[in-house]
Each structure stands twice: as C-alpha cells, then as structure tokens.
C-alpha cells in the first residue's frame, strides 16, 4: 500500500523546480513525465520512488472540509493548490523522499502537509509575491497559468 501525503500550498507550485532543488541538493533522483501525467521521481536504479499528481486549485472552503475534515480544514484557508504526493510501498527511502518533497514544496510556497501538518507556513520564495493564489498576491487562479481540469470548489 502506498503511502498518502496531500501538499495544500498558497501559491501555485512549481513541482519540477522542488525536485529539481532537491536533486541540486545531493538527492540521488530521476524526473519523468509531468502535466498533464504525473510527475514520476525514480531513484538511480529505475525504481519508481514517488508519483507527484498534478496540481489542483480548490477554492471553497466547504469542499477541503468535506475532503480532509472540519478539524484539519481549520488549519488551512482556502484557495489553496492541492498537490497529490504518493510513495511507492515497500521502499522505505520513497516515504522519505515524498515526505521531503511535499515539505519542501510547502517550504517555498506556503501552506501545510496533509494529514500530520501544523497551521500554515508563510511562502518562503522570493516569486511568491509576484504569483496570483492567495492574499497578497493578486486574484485566485489569476497566475498566469490555468489548469486544464478546472478548479474544485469554485
């Protein structure tokens, strides 16, 4: 059985560039595919480690308290991007490299991990300002960039 974490981030997230930061930052990794396939992180010998959904806005606080419960949907405000982090079962290092992933990605984009996270982080990224998503940084979904799947709870 694989192993679930759920990064709810302010900002819209760059997964490539937190992989590719952990992968500078001595992390042994291989990237595959991406939007709109699941980014797929390997480790040096072609084993599959970690499959990163693509990113997906839910802007209505009503739906992250139907999806994670009233008490986790406390800790988080909504819009936030909900980012789907599963590490393949049976390989102890996938439930570390999902965990650091879905951690870094908060680090730089502000939010919380699902289920075990604390109340939000603020955005640590010098582009977060500049990004559209949240307060501060101009109208949700206005970043730019749409995702084709359309936005849960708008």
Known sequence: MSSDLVALVRRRPDV??????????GEAL???GGEPEPTLVYDTEGRLL?????AVQVSAQSELRRLLGADFAERVTAPVWWVDVRA???????TRIARKFAESLVHWAGGTVYPDGTSEAPARSWKASEQGGGP???????????YHGGVIGG
């Open 50 to 54: 970690v499959s990163i959904e693509d």
């Open 136 to 146: 501060g940084g101009g109208a949700p979904g206005q970043d730019g960039a749409a």
């Open 30 to 32: 291989e990237l595959r």
């Open 16 to 25: 490539h560039a937190v992989a590719d930061g952990m992968i500078a930052m």
């Open 88 to 94: 393949v079962a049976d390989l102890p290092d996938a």
